[in-house]
Structures are given as C-alpha cells and as structure tokens.
C-alpha cells in the first residue's frame, strides 16, 4: 500500500478543480487503485466531468439533502439547530449504499451545508462531517475530493489524514490570493503536503507568473486544451475527450508519487 491514499483539491471557482478530480480519479482507477471520487462542491458537476451518463446522474442525491436518512441518522430534521442530535451518527454504510460506479469509479455526492450564521452545527453538517471523518479514516480505497475555495468539510482532527491537497491555481492574480487564503486555512488545520496545480497555462510566462506567486511548491502543470472546453461542453469525461491533458496529469501523478507516495 502507498503512503498516498487521500487527495483533497481545493481552489478558487472555475479553475478546474472538478477537471483535475475527475483526471486523477480515472489515472488512479487505470493504475489498478479503488477509486471513491468525492463530489464536496455544492456547485457539483463532477459526475459530469467523469462522464458518468445521465441516468446514473439522475440517480446521484447529495447526502446533505437525504432528510429521512439524516433523521434517522442524527435524530432530528435537517435545517434545525439547537436541539438535541447525535454527533456521532452511523455512516459506514452510506459510501457503498449511496454511491453510484461508473467506468469503475465511485463517486458520492455530499451536498452543501446551510450554515445558517457562524460555526452552526445542525444535523446535516453533523452528518457529513461524520461521513467525510469516515471516509478519511475508516475507508481503504484511494479517496479524491473536490472542494470548494476552502477546506468546509474537514477539521481539526480529519484534516491530517488528508495526504495531500492539491490547490488548483491558474494563470490570474485572483486564484493565487484565493490559494493564498486556502494556505493559511489548511494551516491552521496543520494539513500536510500542500502543493500547487498550474492549470489552464499557455506559456513559460503563465509559467513562470504561477511558481513566482504560489504559496505553495507546484507539483505541475495542464495546459490551456479546447479539449478540455468541448467535453465539459459536450457532458464527456475529461480522461476519454483529452488525451494530451491526461498524459500532463499522469506527469502530476508521478511527481505526487515521488513526493508523498513513495
Ligand atoms: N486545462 C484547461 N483548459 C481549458 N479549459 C479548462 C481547463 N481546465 C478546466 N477548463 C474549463 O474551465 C471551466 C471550469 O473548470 P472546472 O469545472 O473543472 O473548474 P472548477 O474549479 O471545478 O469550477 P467550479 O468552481 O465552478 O466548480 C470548465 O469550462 C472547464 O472545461
Ligand atoms: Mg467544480
């Protein structure tokens, strides 16, 4: 077994984090690993990236919005704070049970959270919060995350079983400040293996312009790909619609193993 088994991805909106997530998801799966793609974006759409058809799409419910399953779980309704709940709800069925498998990826969709005013523990983000420790903790497979701009779904004692987080970063001064804040935020959280992925790069100047403000150290690069554009457009998976993306990602994945992995 390799030492890197969780991959969290993180960054600010639109610069291909689900894009990346769904590249090393079907990478990890063709180099033989058990793959749970997790969907921690409420805008979603990973299952799209992953070329996941329609039907299974349809089938996909966040967690977040399983109201008989929360209460059942927790104890009370989802949306109500402030009463009594479990916090320490049964999830070890919920990532077989509730997951859908394509092209032999699992993938769960977690769903957003209505926080509802500061630090809010309601029962759904008791829920996932259980779901997500589970999952980092308690689950063998190779796990890989998409976020948000943010690490919402971990905490203190989850975040350093994460091995590592990608923060996709791309040629803009806005990604790099959000990958800024995303640094300090994983710091606090003393999460490990913190590098960044260029995306969307078109010349040794996008280059040079992401390593020069990255927080972080750059593990690699994709590059700007119409590719990548016409299967997002067309609902096809990034792995099968951009082969030159993939063979890039493959080069990330190599650099992750020899870093963290080996
Ligand atoms: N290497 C690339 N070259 C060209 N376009 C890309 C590349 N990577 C991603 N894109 C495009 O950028 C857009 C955003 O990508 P993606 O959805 O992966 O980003 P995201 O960070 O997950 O966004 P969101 O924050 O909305 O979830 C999509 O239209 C996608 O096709
Ligand atoms: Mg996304």
Redesign the pocket.
Known sequence: MTALNKIAIS?K???????LTALLSHIYTERGRSVIAIDA?P?G?LAG?LGFPAELIEKLKPISEMEELIYERTGAKPGTSGGFFSLTPRVDDIPDTFSVRHDDIRLLKLGSIDLGGSGCMCPESAMLKALVTHLLLYRDEMMIM?MEAGVEHLGRATAQAVDAMLI?VEPGRRSLEVAERITQLAGDLKLRHLYAVG??VRTDLDRAFIVDNSPVPVIGY????PE??E??LKGLSVYKAAPA?VAEAQVIVDALEAAIGA
């Open positions: 960054g909106g639109g610069v291909g984090k689900t894009a974006d805008a759409g990236a998409d996709v995306n969307k994709l590059s700007s790909s990548v554009i299967a997002d993306t």
